[in-house]
């Protein structure tokens, strides 16, 4: 919360909730985007038909966790209710360079991976642009151009890189602007980019590059983070999330670990009820499972000592379940035909007008 705090206080970034027409959807009902860049233009243009897309990546090192429902189903629905084109970078030379995998067939390997299990999220493949570099090649023409505007300075103010790092580094942030930039090479100039607030950085370095050249600036919402199982940040190091390949026994032993606020005793929690805030089995329920109506039942009969905080993470083991089980049936239909109609590949470039 204090990143979102400081991109409105510090950075210029808008509050969200101070829009008055945003989505009827519950990533904005609930407000779990807390600001934006220009999200109110992005919005209008979107009801009035132009033709809309998102950029939304994706860390080839990463795996993904509850922690991306949000901007998953946020993606989703733009795609269903608005027809939007998809676009998912999958940062394989990024994991390279920084040193997250050992080698880039093992960044190959791990984006194939996680291309495969986005499908099965329920993004459509016909309308759904995955971005693999290693094999959509030409985005490095397009950083290339772009980085004739971007000078060694602004990268060392905005990342802090140094002479010992290596120049992968340096250079990346131009192949991320050319990643957001992209739809706008295909005809598609209304942009949303949904981000965390640690990512920001990155889009400021894009919406600067979108006016050096003939772009239009793309839209950013900044997505709250909601914390781990034990209410620390989610981390694969610290097994404190719920992973979306993770099967019932997994589930059942980092749910029964989470933070409760429950009492001590049955029956001091019968007499004095539980705190939901506390909760992190509330907390999820409520953020990502439950509408308003059920909540608040929820959260009136735990204050009272009616729900016991082993019913409350029993009953989010129903949800969690319900979620991952879903997508992991869903995965062994991806095949290699769906999958190609979702990659995005390169096209040959017509050289023989210029001969």
């Known amino acids: 919360m204090e990143d979102n705090l400081k991109l409105v206080e510090r950075f210029g970034a808008k509050k969200i909730s101070d829009l008055k027409e945003l989505p009827d959807f519950y990533t904005f009902n609930k407000q779990l985007i807390y600001s934006h860049r220009d999200f109110d233009k992005f919005f209008k243009k979107l009801q009035n038909g132009e033709k809309s897309a998102i950029v939304s990546g994706f860390n080839a090192s990463g795996t993904i966790h509850l922690g991306h429902k949000v901007v998953f189903d946020t993606n989703l629905f733009f795609q269903k209710k608005y027809d939007c084109q998809l676009f998912i970078p999958i940062s394989d030379d990024e994991s390279y360079v920084a040193g997250k995998i050992d080698n880039q067939e093992q960044g190959l390997k791990y984006a194939i991976t996680l291309a495969k299990q986005l499908l099965a999220y329920g993004f459509d493949p016909q309308k759904t642009f995955i971005i693999i570099d290693q094999i959509y090649t030409n985005i490095y023409n397009l950083a290339i ?12 103010a905005t990342y802090g890189y140094e002479n010992q790092d290596n120049p992968g580094l340096f250079f990346y942030p131009t192949i991320q602007s050319a990643h957001v930039l992209l739809p706008q090479e295909f005809g598609i100039k209304n942009v949303l ?5 640690d990512e920001d950085s990155h889009l400021r370095i894009a919406r600067d590059l979108a006016n050096r050249f003939d772009y239009e600036k793309p839209s950013v919402i900044h997505l709250k983070f909601l914390p781990g199982l034990d209410g620390q940040k989610m981390s694969k190091s610290k097994n404190n999330a719920i992973f979306l390949m993770d099967d019932e026994r997994a589930i059942n032993k980092k749910v029964n670990k989470a933070i409760s606020g429950g009492k001590e005793t049955v029956e001091e929690h019968r007499e004095k009820g539980g705190d939901p ?3 992190m089995s509330f907390q999820y329920l409520k953020y990502l499972f439950l509408d308003e109506k059920e909540t608040v039942k929820l959260e009136e009969e735990y204050k009272k000592g009616k729900i016991l905080s082993g019913e409350m993470k029993n009953l989010l083991k129903e949800h969690l379940l319900k979620y991952t089980q879903q997508t992991q049936k869903a995965l062994e239909n991806i095949d290699i035909e769906t999958l190609d109609k979702a990659l995005l590949k390169n096209k040959e470039i017509d050289y023989k007008k210029h001969f």
């Not at 980019?193 to 607030?197: A, R």
């Open 145 to 156: 151009k772009l980085s004739r505007k971007l000078t060694l300075s602004e990268i060392r």
């Open 193 to 197: 980019v949904p981000i965390g607030p």
């Open 277 to 279: 805030q506390k909760d």
